[in-house]
């Protein structure tokens, strides 16, 4: 099994020597881990830097004495996938990030689409947001991932075209089967560059909103010839993108 991964906001300079893992993570790994002089672990500041570790020993319940040889940086992946996701009833808002973060999101951006029942306004909206992003750091942790995805403000219908029109590969799943839309599983995929998804929400994405995305160069996709719900359908069609681009392999 791959060792565990603790989140660390910044790495000193020249990352080599003894280091002290703390607070919230310290105490995670010390009294819930319960990790042992020996064993290994993964320091990530979750942007792609991280560090493959030794535990030396422990302090108290919340303190992780490691030794690091080093600090490494992953690549940027290419190409990068980012999902625009309608906002779901209740918790599978949460759920959808988990599970895009487990197989391996670069960014999910939240939408507040026309048949969105949830709305996010005020405060309620910067909780919701703040779960989005904790969930996505959890997660990331959780599937051993040193780049955790970017959960971005909430997004309006015209600033999901706006990134639509910058994309590399811009596509809206869309779930009317006699629309005449392509498979995403055969679409041209590009080498490097941006990949962007729109995935709707329960009551789909409207006419008007499918009329603005394609004439800023999206394509309409299907993935299948069932119907997912929106929060597992970006999942699916995250994992069908990095199989087919080669990042799986």
């Known amino acids: 099994m791959t060792a565990p991964v603790f989140v660390v906001e910044h790495f000193r300079a020249g990352g080599a020597g003894q280091y002290v893992l703390d607070g919230p993570e310290g105490r995670h790994a010390v009294s819930v881990k319960r990790l042992q002089p020996g064993e290994e672990v993964v320091l990530t500041d979750g942007a792609g830097r991280y560090a493959v570790c030794d535990v030396v020993g422990t302090e108290g319940k919340d303190r992780?004495?490691?030794?690091?040889?080093g600090v490494s940086e992953e690549p940027e992946p290419a190409?990068?996938?980012?999902?625009?996701?309608?906002?779901?009833?209740?918790?599978?808002?949460?759920?959808?990030?988990?599970?895009?973060?487990?197989?391996?999101?670069?960014?999910?951006?939240?939408?507040?689409?026309?048949?969105?029942?949830?709305?996010?306004?005020?405060?309620r909206g910067l909780k919701a947001l703040g779960k989005w992003r904790a969930t996505a750091r959890e997660a990331g942790k959780q599937s051993r991932r040193v780049r955790f995805p970017e959960v971005a403000d909430a997004a309006t219908t015209k600033q999901v075209a706006a990134l639509l029109a910058e994309a590399d590969l811009a596509a809206v799943l869309h779930s009317d089967f006699e629309y005449g839309s392509e498979p995403l599983a055969t679409v041209e995929l590009p080498a490097e560059g941006q990949i962007v998804l729109v995935v709707g929400p329960e009551g789909g994405v409207s006419k008007d909103?499918?009329?603005?995305?394609?004439?800023?160069?999206?394509?309409?996709?299907?993935?299948?010839?069932?119907?997912?719900?929106?929060?597992?359908?970006?999942t699916a069609a995250t994992a069908l993108l990095l199989g087919r681009t080669g990042r799986w392999s």
């Open 64 to 69: 992780l004495i490691v030794h690091m040889t």
């Open 209 to 234: 909103e499918l009329t603005l995305f394609q004439e800023a160069g999206a394509k309409a996709c299907v993935l299948g010839p069932s119907v997912l719900r929106t929060s597992t359908a970006g």
């Open 79 to 123: 190409p990068r996938i980012t999902v625009v996701q309608a906002l779901p009833k209740g918790d599978r808002g949460e759920l959808a990030v988990e599970t895009m973060t487990e197989v391996g999101v670069d960014a999910i951006v939240p939408w507040q689409a026309a048949r969105c029942i949830t709305q996010w306004k005020g405060d």
